[in-house]
Structures are given as C-alpha cells and as structure tokens.
C-alpha cells in the first residue's frame, strides 16, 4: 500500500506540476500605419528640374522624371564628403595642414585664364584642411577643389573616381563627374541625386558646420561672405550653388525644422533655372486727340529723315563660365527657398500607440475552453511623417507562461519611418488564467 501511494502520489504530483503549453500569442497590429493629411502641392520650379527630401522620415519627392544635367559646383558637395571621409576632422578642428604646390599654383592660373571661380593662392603657402574646406564650400574655389583632388588622391582623375564611387554608394544612380569643381559641363547629376549627395555631407558635423558658415576668413582673401546668401536666414543652414552658363542656376539648401520638440533635416533643391532675359522696351506710339464731336484728322505722312537714325544695341552678357554671380542667382535661391519652406510645413506629428493601446493577444484552452488576454503598449509613441506615408509596425514577443499577471512584461512593439524608430514595451493587460490542480490532474 505504501509503494501504491507513493506512485500515485509521485504520477499526480507530476501531472499537477507539468508545464503547460504556452499560450499562443497574435499580434493584433496592421502591418503599416497611414500618416494622416494630404499631400501638400510643392512649388515646384516652372522649368528645370526641383526635388525635395527629408531623409529621417525616408521621404524624397522631384518635380517630375528627371535626365542628369550639368551641375557646375554642386559637385564641390560630392568633393567635401570624399575629403572629410578619407580625412575626418572634428568640428572646430583645422585638420592636417597643407602646402600649396607649384602644380596648384599652375592649375590657378589656368582657372583664372577661364575665369572661373577662385581664392588666390601662393606656391608654399600653408592651409589646414578646415580653411581649404571653407574656401571649396563658401567660396566655390575651383583652385582649391583642384588642390585638395591631388592631395588626396594623387591626381585628379583618381579623385573623381572617389567621387563616382561616392555617388553609386549613395544611390545617386543618374550622377556622373569629370572633374573635381563641376566646371566642365559633362559633371552631371539630377536634382533628386544632388540631396542625396547634400544629405551625406549634412550628416558629417564639419561640413554642415563649414556650410553653415555666413562668412570666412582666409589668407590672402580675408573676411569673405558665404556666395550662398541665403545661408544663415529663415532657418537655412546650408547648402551650396553653382552656375555656369550650361548648367544654369543650381541651388540646394537645408533647414532644421523642429515639430513639438523633435527636430528633423529638410533640403530641396533646384537645376536649371534661367535668368529671365531682359524685357525690350515697348516702343511709344504717337496718337492726336481729336475734340469731341469732330472727325479726327487725317493721318499724315513724316517727310523722309534726313539722316540715317541713330541705333541703341542693349546686349546681355551671359556669363559662360563657373562664377558664382548674384545676379542668376536671384532668380534661382528664392525657388529653392520657396519648396524649403512648403517642405518645412508639410511635416506632421503622428501618434503610433496610445498607452494601453492593444497590440497582441494571448489565448489559452483547456477542457474545451479558450480564455484571451490583452497585451497591450505601456506607454505612448509618436513620429515625425509626411501626410500619405506609411509607418512599418511590428510586434516581437516573448514566452508567456499560465498565470503570469497583468503589468508583466512580454515583449515590445515597434514602429519604423526612415530612419525613425520608436520601441514601446508590451505588457500583460490581465492575468493570464490558469487551470485548476483537479483539471492538471485528470487530463494528461
């Protein structure tokens, strides 16, 4: 008898302690979430080419399908990231020094003879990489983008293979340089390619510090003003512009826009944009009032001149080379300012999970019974988004046993936009039910 209770005791204490299959768990949450609003209608340029990206919310938008086109110093963008890739320096640092060659010297002169843009420079003159980085980037120096392309990389064909390489890395498919300035035409990019660009040096602290920059000062140059005007009012912190006569006025600014204390980069950028050709005077037509109530007069007839009239030719001058002048650069800042500041706005907050929020269930069956127990989010959640995105949602749970309680940890829920993440803990909305010891006992 006593073996007897022994075994039955030892079976029933085995069968009332036996783990339970763990309750089976389903997420309760759509796989994406709709950023609420309408789309807003961008400004975009009447002609040329104009994109816009905010890249932690993962959004980009251009005015239409875009062919790559000449970028003149945009191009000094993809320069800038090369250089501070290879040769990081920290904001506020000079960075390594370096000596200006004769070879440099040389390549400034033959800038000057096409007239491009340039700083002077002395054959042994000594920059740091921060000063030479503020000339390339505020002051669009196509000696310097020279200079720094041979220092690197030893010459400047090897240099622009960096730069093409950059651009395929940054997905900036429709993107191809010659040349380490942009000067020469056949450096081409679209507007949407050129953000990509601009967002990968935004996202290095010395150059969205160096292109922030309203003025510089530099040997032999002294106090000069950023050729970006625009830097440095109505939030713009940057970027660059270029113009030559083939590829027109070319801009790409950035701004920090901050929404219920979260802050996030904006660009938007134009190509192509022509300086409206000057309006020819309409000429002056004489006309004789007759009094009222008579016939006017009939008309007469001018005797011959008896001199040839005098001519006034206007002309126009276009410049067909990389200066970065104001006067196309008007017409070209305040359409890029303009998709800014719609892009600015069109960014909204919203919410992802409220606190309590259900996101999963728990369900357990026994003797033909099935309990369900909520899982919900312990706090709330929001992101940054653009009216019509959609926010990527997830669950990841952990084992729940029987009889956990309600408030138990059990996993997290995640939200996903661009770059943005946001993590809430899940927990128990109940306490998991759990079967009697007789139920444990009698079923196997």
């Known amino acids: 008898m006593v073996v007897v209770v022994a075994v039955v005791g030892s079976v029933a204490a085995v069968r009332i302690t036996r783990p339970l299959s763990p309750p089976t768990l389903r997420s309760a949450l759509p796989s994406s979430l709709v950023v609420p609003g309408s789309s807003p209608a961008l400004p975009w340029p009447a002609l040329g080419q104009g994109a816009v990206s905010v890249p ?87 000696d310097i983008a020279y200079s720094l392309a041979v220092w690197d990389a030893g010459s400047e064909p090897a240099f622009v293979a960096k730069m093409n390489a950059l651009a395929v890395s940054l997905g900036a498919t429709h993107t191809h340089y010659v040349d380490s300035s942009g000067y020469l035409p056949q450096s081409t990019s679209t507007a949407a390619d050129c953000l990509r660009i601009a967002a990968a040096g935004m996202a290095i602290p010395t150059f969205a510090e160096v292109v922030g920059l309203s003025t510089v000062s530099l040997p032999l140059v002294g106090t000069a003003h950023n050729i970006v005007t ?17 590829a027109m006025g070319c801009m790409v600014l950035a701004a920090m826009v901050t929404v219920e204390g979260r ?18 005077p309409k000429p002056s037509t004489p006309t004789t009032t007759a009094p009222t109530g008579s016939p ?80 919900v989010t312990s706090e709330g959640a929001w992101l940054l ?4 995105q959609r926010v990527t949602t997830g669950t990841k749970l952990a084992v729940v046993p029987s009889g956990a309680t309600e408030g138990r940890r059990v996993g997290a829920a995640g939200f996903v936009l661009g770059s943005q993440i946001q993590l809430v803990p899940v927990e128990l909305g109940g306490t998991l039910p759990e079967p009697s010891w007789w139920w444990r006992l009698v079923h196997a």
């Open 263 to 280: 802050s996030v980069l904006v660009l938007a950028g134009a190509l192509g944009q022509q300086v409206p050709p000057p309006v020819a």
């Open 56 to 142: 932690a919310l993962g959004y980009a938008s251009q005015s239409g399908p875009e062919t790559p086109v000449p970028v003149a110093s945009l191009t000094k963008m993809a320069n800038a990231v090369v250089i501070l890739r290879d040769h990081p320096v920290a904001p506020g640092a000079n960075g390594p020094m370096i000596t200006i060659t004769p070879d440099d010297v040389s390549q400034y002169h033959v800038d000057l003879e096409n007239d491009e843009s340039n700083i002077p420079i002395l054959a042994g003159e000594v920059l740091s990489e921060r000063q030479m980085l503020e000339a390339l980037l505020t002051q669009s120096a196509n």
């Open 230 to 246: 625009e830097v440095g009012t109505n939030g713009v912190i940057g970027v660059k512009s270029g113009y030559t006569s083939q």
């Open 385 to 388: 988004g653009w009216p019509g």
């Open 296 to 375: 006017a007069p009939p008309p007469t007839t001018a005797p011959p001149p008896t001199t040839a009239p005098t001519t006034t030719t206007t002309t126009t001058t276009v410049p067909d080379n990389d200066l970065e002048i104001q006067y196309p650069l008007l017409y070209t800042g305040p359409v890029v300012e303009k998709l800014l500041d719609a892009s600015e706005k069109a960014i909204v907050p919203v919410t992802v999970t409220t606190r309590g929020q259900q996101v999963a269930t728990a369900a357990v069956t026994w003797g033909g019974r099935t309990d369900r127990t909520q899982l």
